[in-house]
């Protein structure tokens, strides 16, 4: 039988992806539906689970090939071109290395669990995904590589990282008896990892800011740190396969495809009708109308800059029109999409919440929040932000003479029943999720049933047969952010379990004796973070150091969760390398120098609302102790 000379392998990991994802959203909405009939899916759960663990390996394997891992790539300065190649080279050959150690090291765990079943389906099955999705990452990292010498190099990295999972090779092939020579070989490694820890996290923080991958200097720093506390090789892949089996976690990737059928329909457009003409009439209403719309966005994409992508074009020209100057308009449109990050069903604020309970957990201490008191401790800041933001809107257009519009109960009718599914999308998930109705899980689920009827099949602004360009869009994103939500929960288990945080919690009260002054170095550092990382990367890479910090000072988690959240986003409009400046320099075709002065105003409003936030802790726990 002759293959068809069409078929790519990378048609099938997308596919493979895709499947995943569909299961991911039908196992919980039918799961939601058939138990209030007394009929649950048997394993639900467990299946979720695991359907999650394969779908954000093949999104991580695609990210991989699209060359679309998060990265901080400061080498983006560096203007000799030679030397930026070679960094990036760099990089790749020790990102193929460590990869290399990891999938040794999920085999090494995946013949630890064998014995496991869902049903009568053995869990290695799915589980297998996972040393899978390192070689294939390993090989579109060595594709890109464009002549025989590089390819030859990143094979002997390949052979250097087998020789580095000599751990894992003897425990698959010998358990923990090894003839002589290997256990020789195995303890030496042991040995030399204990030596040379501090050496090689140096190097992989400077691997990552040379652009390598985050997700694989993150991998490399957990392994090199529970190598060197003679961990069994294969921990490090248990606690990755933990973060893919973590239900709460299921929600990230199914918001995120529901915020990307939004911003590829012509939702947007029917709600910027709608909110101008209910808001048009007001002075300042089209200010209102833009903040609002912009929240809506962002709270579903998790990111502000798609929200600067997907709408600032027709909200721009809108503004334009009612004769806001460019300089004013672009400031507001580059500033408001961050503050839908502190609503409903907001991915950063899962994550801090979802983070926070897992350290918490490795730390031994009882856990009293869940993810719904993590979102109501964000709801009075969110509101501040968005009446400071308006107010300030209002006062730097105080110039401009808008001509008020009508109000006409007829287009507002009108423009209501075109947008209604868009608007009623919110109040149904918040209702169902704070209610009960429905877990965070089903919630996110039902988003995505729910925009693809309303988007694909009433509204009809995206055709059938283009479903899948739509989730091919979302799936780099999952792939990104999950691989470095996946390391860094091996990364948050061995800083516990060598002590770092412990030890830097002591060092930094000894140092810093005022809850005052910490709070405002914390503030400056997370400003700093929030300029040089994706919110999603500095979450998981230093909230397992900044908790018991918070816990040794007394700061309520939720309330730090909160401070965390608001300050990184503050950081991506923060210049001189904030990444919404960037994006809206892109989007409105202006020099990035005029964006950040067209932005400086919101940004001095958005620090002032930081420190009330900050050094009040009401404004975040006062309706949290209330619904308590």
Known sequence: MKLNKTFKPTI????????????????????????????????SRILMNHFFLV????????????????????????????????????????????????AWNSICFITSSMVRYI?????????????????????HLVSKLDTLGKRVSAVLAILLGCAAALPAIAKIFWGFEPPELFFLWV???????????????????????????????????????????????????????????????????????????????????????????????????????????????????????????????????????????????????????????????????????????????????DIEHNIIDYFIGAIIPGIILMLTTFFAGLILSRKVKIEKEKFSSKEAGLSLKDSLFEILLPFVLILGYFSGTFTLVEASAVSVIYVIIVEVFIKKDIAVSNIPKVVSKAVPIIGGVIAILAMAKALSFAFIDSGVPDSFALWMQNTVQSKYVFLLLLNLGLLV????????????????????????????????????????????????????????????????????????????????VILLVTYIPWFTTFLVNLFK
């Open 12 to 43: 099938l990991e997308d596919w493979l992806c895709f499947a995943a994802l569909a299961f991911l959203v039908i196992i919980p909405f039918f799961d939601l539906i058939l138990t209030k009939f007394k009929l649950p899916i048997p394993d």
């Open 119 to 139: 049903g009568i389906v053995p869990l290695w099955i799915f589980q297998a995904a996972i040393p899978l999705g390192f070689v294939v990452i390993i090989g």
């Open 187 to 365: 303890n030496s490694i042991y040995d030399a990892a204990e030596i040379i820890v501090v050496p090689v996290i140096v190097m992989l923080v400077i691997a990552a800011f040379a652009g390598m991958p985050i997700f694989a200097a993150i991998g490399g720093i957990a392994l090199i740190m529970l190598l060197a506390t003679g961990r069994e090789p294969e921990e490090a892949s248990r606690w990755v396969n933990s973060a893919l089996t973590d239900t709460d976690i299921i929600a990230i990737p199914l918001f995120t495809l529901t915020g990307f059928f939004l911003s590829e329909s012509k939702a947007g457009e029917r709600l910027v009708r709608a909110f101008k003409i209910l808001f048009g009439w007001m002075p300042g209403g089209i200010i209102i109308a833009a903040v609002i719309i912009c929240t809506f966005f962002t709270s579903f994409t998790g990111a502000s800059g798609v929200t600067i992508l997907a709408l600032g074009g027709i909200l721009f020209t809108i503004l334009h029109q009612n004769k806001y100057s460019e300089k004013f308009s672009t400031g507001l449109l580059t500033s408001v999409g961050g503050i839908g990050i502190l609503f409903p069903p907001s991915l950063p604020i899962i994550l801090v919440a979802a983070t926070t309970i897992n350290i918490l957990h490795f730390l031994n201490i």
């Open 529 to 608: 973070l929030g300029c040089l990382m994706d919110i999603f990367s500095a979450i998981l890479v230093f909230l397992p150091l900044v908790v018991p910090l918070g816990l040794a000072y007394g700061i309520d988690p939720v309330h730090l969760g909160i401070i965390f959240v608001i300050n990184l986003e503050a950081g991506f409009l923060t210049p001189p390398v904030g990444m919404n400046l960037f994006l809206a320099s892109y989007r409105f075709e202006k020099p990035y120098m005029q964006i950040c002065a067209n932005v400086a105003p919101f940004l001095i409003v958005r620090f002032l």
């Open 55 to 102: 779908s954000c390996i093949f999104a991580a394997m695609i990210t991989a090939r699209s060359g679309q891992h998060i990265s901080i790539s400061a080498i983006q300065f560096i203007k000799n071109e030679k030397l930026k190649s070679k960094l990036v080279f760099a990089g790749i050959l020790v990102a193929v290395f460590l990869l290399t150690v990891y």
